[in-house]
């Protein structure tokens, strides 16, 4: 089976500039939540959407949104970008609201 | 809200030996505790995770302790391997997805041969 998708794996954007992170879940999950992990640093909880409704928001700006689309897959879109957001954007998947996370990859975004 | 405190940022241990991380938390809530391993380039895996109503869990060589009263919990890896070497994360929720997880900073676990 498939484990957590997520795309594109490596992204490079401008300051001011708006950028969006895709991610598809493990089957049968229907919670997908989102991390940012600066270098050095644990994962900072964004987002969790569980059955497609926004379940739990950390403590981000409002430049941050998500969504969860019927299939259960999600994106997370951050507006005006500041050279701080640049990290590791992590998606985990689970069946339940938060153990037995299985994370992504992540996506690599670097703002120059 | 939640505060996850890890110790040590770095453990450098002999192929063999064992190594212990400690992690203290804020949120008396808190009942679900997960540890992660990193490397490189690859998403946390979620290697064993305890709950606030058990006190010790134990999967082949990686064994995890909680202590309530004192809000700490601890990592054991005995016997340990070169590919153990990797960055571990402890974390805690009060179980519901309003909060999401709240991960301490990190160990660097070195496995020297």
């Known amino acids: 089976d498939a484990g957590v998708t997520q795309s594109p794996t490596h992204l490079i954007k401008t300051r001011g500039q708006q950028v969006t992170l895709r991610c598809s879940p493990i089957s049968g999950h229907k919670s997908v939540s989102w991390y940012q992990q600066v270098l050095g640093q644990g994962p900072q909880f964004i987002f969790q959407?569980?059955?497609?409704?926004?379940?739990g928001r950390g403590n981000f700006p409002d430049r941050f949104s998500a969504r969860q689309f019927p299939n259960y897959s999600s994106e997370l879109n951050v507006n005006a970008l500041l050279l701080g957001d640049s990290a590791l954007y992590l998606c985990?998947?689970?069946?339940?609201?938060?153990?037995?996370?299985?994370f992504g990859s992540g996506t690599r975004l670097t703002v120059v | 809200g939640e505060n996850v405190e890890q110790h040590p940022s770095t453990l450098s241990v002999q192929e063999g030996d064992s190594a212990v991380i400690k992690c203290t938390y804020s949120d008396s809530a808190s009942n679900y505790f997960p540890w992660y391993k990193q490397e490189l380039g690859k998403g946390p895996q979620l290697i064993i995770d305890?709950?606030?109503?058990?006190g010790e869990k134990k999967d082949q060589r990686i064994a995890v302790t909680l202590n309530k009263t004192a809000k700490h919990f601890s990592l054991h890896i005995t016997e340990t391997q070169p590919e153990d070497s990797a960055v571990y994360f402890c974390?805690?929720?009060?179980?519901?997805?309003?909060?999401?997880?709240?991960f301490g900073k990190g160990t660097h676990l070195i496995i020297q041969p």
């Open positions: 974390a805690a929720s009060n179980g519901g997805g309003a909060d999401g997880l709240t």
């Open positions: 959407y569980y059955e497609k409704e926004e379940r």
């Open positions: 305890i709950r606030s109503n058990v």
């Open positions: 985990a998947s689970s069946l339940g609201q938060v153990d037995g996370y299985t």
